[in-house]
């Protein structure tokens, strides 16, 4: 009987929100705003599921036929208080999959219940609340449609709706695992198109299982630091939202299996990077040889950091001290790269390419400069010294992986004099690695087409990576 009460209720409210309230709602708010208000309100099916329907199929069926309801609402514009005008994206149907999915997950394992809960609280309110405050009100945009007053939306709203989950179903979800728990939603509903139904139900939903099961102070370090890591590089525009989002992983990653000096290599050499790049562009600004900078993006910061980071999961699993100073030289000559090149930059000299045997413009891949070069070595030779003292190896460790990060810089200064892409401007005649220059697309002058600057990288970072582990295993 209780199941039929369930079904009752729950087709009852659902039709009740979409037909009634959307009706009342209708020439009083715009859409947007009429859309995401039922948004919200659509929690109170999960109350209803678990007043009635709980641990039975019947739980999973709610939102599979909601799957076929909304579908043909999007095709036939049957909800109309709920479907957008330009139909550009299935996000109904997206939510209902979604919700299908962790529910149907709770089914088979209960202990994913209350998770399920967690993870609708944030679909509804916090998905909700960040387009109820990001449409209606004016704010910085962080996304093609996302807003940074949508975003504190989202968190604050996830937060609070948290917190009364907690007090009425789960007691013992601490305060901290709300927060990160809300920042996560907050993060992945950047994410467009409607699937930010998924990104947010499916991230808190597995992290708050991992949360209440499985937390420890690695953890939720590894967790801080990488939430942290995005706020910080996402809204300094110094890396776009999915770039920022792999850093996210990349830095969890370090953490979590490598541990605090692991952690410690990662982000020191990022924030390295970070100031001397500011403070080559300073003075470059003050010399008037300011250059437009572009920012990092996914493939650049998975090509640099994606070997290294793969690396450092191994140490974890195996914990093999080869594998940890492995991960140091392969990140370690993505370092030196980006600060040799920003230093070699503020040289009063051309760059040489000793491989063409010229000078070249600055900032042409190939070029060496006596100052990039030198800041390379210094470099190389700290990076050794660390990647041996973190794990505990010898100083013979130390040498030799100074060697490989420093035979990494050399390796790809020359890919990038003698077989990287480059071209020529039409209108001024300059150089460049571009395919338009001067507002005009530039003209084929040497290299293979396809290997542009990220493909050097990722060579370079490969062969020498490759060579440094057959040394080690031959040795």
Known sequence: MSIVIGYILIFL???????????LLQGRVNLETSRKIIHTMLFAIWVFIDLFLRDTVHQIIIPVVFIFLNAMSY?????????????????????????????????FFPELYYPSGLAVCCLTFGDGFAALIGYNTVSKKLCAHKSLNGFIACAAASALSMLAFKAIYLPEIGLGAIAL???????????????????????????SYVLLCHASAELYTGLIAAVL???????????????ALLSMLMVFSFSYCGSGRA?????????????????????RKARG?????DKRGFWQILINGGIGT????????????????????????????SVSSDVGTLSTKKPYDIFRRRYVETGLSGGMSLLGTLSALVSSVIIGLYAAWAPGLSWEYALTAGAFVFLQSIADSALGSL????????????????????????????GVKCINNNAVNLISSVAITALAAAFYLAF
Not at 229 to 243: M, N, P
């Open 229 to 243: 890591v995005f706020l910080v590089v996402f809204f300094s525009r110094a890396i776009d939202y999915y770039g």
């Open 310 to 337: 793969a690396l450092i999961i191994f140490y974890g699993i195996s914990g093999n001290k080869t594998f940890f100073l492995l991960s140091m030289i392969s990140i370690g000559g993505c370092f030196i790269d």
């Open 181 to 207: 728990l809300a920042v996560t939603a907050a993060i992945c509903e950047l994410i467009d198109f409607g699937l930010d139904n998924f990104t947010v139900t499916f991230s808190v939903f597995g992290l």
């Open 13 to 23: 409210y659902a039709f009740g929100l979409i037909f009634a309230v959307g009706k």
């Open 419 to 446: 077989v990287q892409v480059k071209y020529r401007c039409r209108v001024c005649g300059a150089v460049t690695e571009k395919k338009r220059h001067c507002d005009t697309e530039t003209e084929y002058l040497s």
């Open 289 to 293: 040889q300011e250059k437009q900078s």
């Open 75 to 107: 095709k036939f514009k049957i909800y109309k208080s709920v479907e957008r005008e330009d139909g550009n994206h299935l996000g109904t149907v997206y939510f209902s999959i979604a919700v299908s999915v962790i529910m149907a997950l709770a089914y």
């Open 263 to 283: 952690l410690g290599f990662l982000l020191g050499s990022y924030f390295v990077i970070f100031f001397i790049s500011l403070a080559a562009k300073m003075l």
